[in-house]
T-cell receptor, first 116, second 114 residues
Framework: DAMVIQNPRYQVTQFGKPVTLSCSQT?????MYWYQQKSSQAPKLLFH???????NEADTPDNFQSRRPNTSFCFLDIRSPGLGDAAMYLC???????????????FGPGTRLLVL | AQSVTQPDIHITVSEGASLELRCNYS??????LFWYVQSPGQGLQLLLK??????LVQGIKGFEAEFKRSQSSFNLRKPSVHWSDAAEYFC????????????FGGGTRVLVKP
């Protein structure tokens, strides 16, 4: 089945130690998103890639970076995790046409990050 | 700026009873509307979506939603709830002018009593 895969499902890191979360997809979608979701809150968009074009949200801290080496993979790098970065990180994908229009985002299972 | 409101933070319903989750949005044009469900510790699963056309939309797991432009609403319904429907439900609006960025409501947590 076509799907969005996130590894690992749980990640423990230390305060200030860089960490990378990964997302892959078999949907061949051209847009990949990263969301942060804290407990009992709605997901918050951090940034997205449309093909190779990176689109950062205005309020995303510089501590969060992303890489998309190819269509299938996208990484979320947290350069110096703080205690406030402990959250669920969700990856999503969608297919965007050049004319714009109807898009549906499909989400992966998420990676829960714990910062010690 | 567009916004999405889910007035009910928690809803408790008995198994077999009907369920309705409210969603109101603020958006200047005809919106793209979505309902997602999230089980504990899991990602978001798409239940259904509305882009245009028939205002009553059927989704997975026996859910349906109705788009009412006059009320700026997109309420989710299920006639008979199963224990497995206990989860958090998010309504979202796709912002076409911003690359179809999703604006989410705050979510409604559904508890199912046996």
């Amino acid at each position: 089945d076509a799907m969005v895969i996130q590894n690992p499902r749980y990640q423990v890191t230390q305060f200030g130690k860089p960490v990378t979360l990964s997302c892959s997809q078999t949907l061949n979608h051209n847009v990949m998103y990263w969301y942060q979701q804290k407990s009992s809150q709605a997901p918050k968009l951090l940034f997205h890639y449309y093909d190779k074009d990176f689109n950062n949200e205005a309020d995303t801290p510089d501590n969060f970076q992303s890489r998309r080496p190819n269509t299938s993979f996208c990484f979320l790098d947290i350069r110096s995790p703080g205690l406030g970065d402990a959250a669920m990180y969700l990856c999503a994908t969608s297919h965007r046409t050049s004319g714009g229009g109807k898009e549906t985002q499909y989400f992966g299972p998420g990676t829960r990050l714990l910062v010690l | 700026a567009q916004s999405v409101t889910q007035p009910d933070i928690h809803i408790t319903v008995s198994e077999g009873a009907s369920l309705e989750l409210r969603c109101n949005y603020s958006y200047g044009a005809t919106p793209y509307l979505f309902w997602y469900v999230q089980s504990p510790g899991q990602g978001l699963q798409l239940l259904l979506k509305y882009f245009s056309g028939d205002t009553l939309v059927q989704g997975i797991k026996g859910f349906e939603a109705e788009f009412k432009r006059s009320q700026s609403s997109f309420n989710l319904r299920k006639p008979s709830v199963h224990w497995s429907d206990a989860a958090e439900y998010f309504c979202a609006v796709g912002e076409r002018a911003a690359g179809n960025k999703l604006t989410f409501g705050g979510g409604t947590r559904v508890l199912v009593k046996p």
